[in-house]
T-cell receptor
Framework: GENVEQHPSTLSVQEGDSAVIKCTYS??????FPWYKQELGKRPQLIID?????GEKKDQRIAVTLNKTAKHFSLHITETQPEDSAVYFC?????????????FGTGTLLAVQP | DTAVSQTPKYLVTQMGNDKSIKCEQN?????MYWYKQDSKKFLKIMFS???????INETVPNRFSPKSPDKAHLNLHINSLELGDSAVYFC??????????????FGAGSRLTVL
């Protein structure tokens, strides 16, 4: 089955700096890669996702890149702000079909220091 | 108007007891899930139901029994609670079909503490 590894487990940056979180996956059939943000004591929420037919997707200060050959994908946050502080989870699955499981990475605790 | 609501938010109980967590979604989604988040924040899928039918069961002990009376509701009953069951349990839902089937909307979580 699919296995997703995520690094680093913790990341501390200064406000205004960039943050990068990396994930690798094992199942070459996976074609859907979302990122979820979980603030302290809150629910995980989808912030951006990418499908394997594109290599990069941007939404304001966040972007995700995908390298299908190497089976890794990354989340990039630019101009970080204190409200970006949270646990970020990557995930991978085969898109579509109710039986496809979303497998999560182990999470990255991002701390943005003001 | 909460999209995915689960109750109770907090549950403290003794080992050996039986407890239930309820979940309801008003998004019209076809698929509902239970995820467990342990103290290390790992998010692991437990069960998935599509239109009231169990489709994913991730080698969860049979002390855990999900029930879906209709596609808007998915409940989780846990028998003979153990210390290791302490965790936050998240309900989630996603649209059915080939579009958006894995795009999850989570509930606020139910923190279970077994003493």
């Amino acid at each position: 089955g699919e296995n997703v590894e995520q690094h680093p487990s913790t990341l501390s940056v200064q406000e205004g700096d960039s943050a990068v979180i990396k994930c690798t996956y094992s199942d070459s059939a996976s074609n859907y890669f979302p990122w979820y943000k979980q603030e302290l004591g809150k629910r995980p929420q989808l912030i951006i996702d990418i499908r394997s037919n594109v290599g990069e997707k941007k939404d304001q200060r966040i972007a995700v890149t995908l390298n299908k050959t190497a089976k890794h994908f990354s989340l990039h946050i630019t101009e970080t702000q204190p409200e970006d502080s949270a646990v970020y989870f990557c995930a991978a699955s085969l898109y579509g079909g109710a039986t496809n499981k979303l497998i999560f990475g182990t999470g990255t605790l991002l701390a943005v220091q003001p | 108007d909460t999209a995915v609501s689960q109750t109770p938010k907090y549950l403290v109980t003794q080992m050996g007891n039986d407890k239930s967590i309820k979940c309801e979604q008003n998004l019209g989604h076809d698929t509902m899930y239970w995820y467990k988040q342990d103290s290390k924040k790992f998010l692991k899928i437990m069960f998935s139901y599509n239109n009231k039918e169990l489709i994913i069961n991730e080698t969860v002990p049979n002390r855990f029994s999900p029930k879906s009376p209709d596609k808007a509701h998915l409940n989780l009953h846990i028998n003979s609670l153990e210390l290791g069951d302490s965790a936050v349990y998240f309900c989630a839902s996603s649209p059915g079909g080939t579009l958006g089937a894995n795009v999850l909307t989570f509930g606020a979580g139910s923190r279970l503490t077994v003493l």
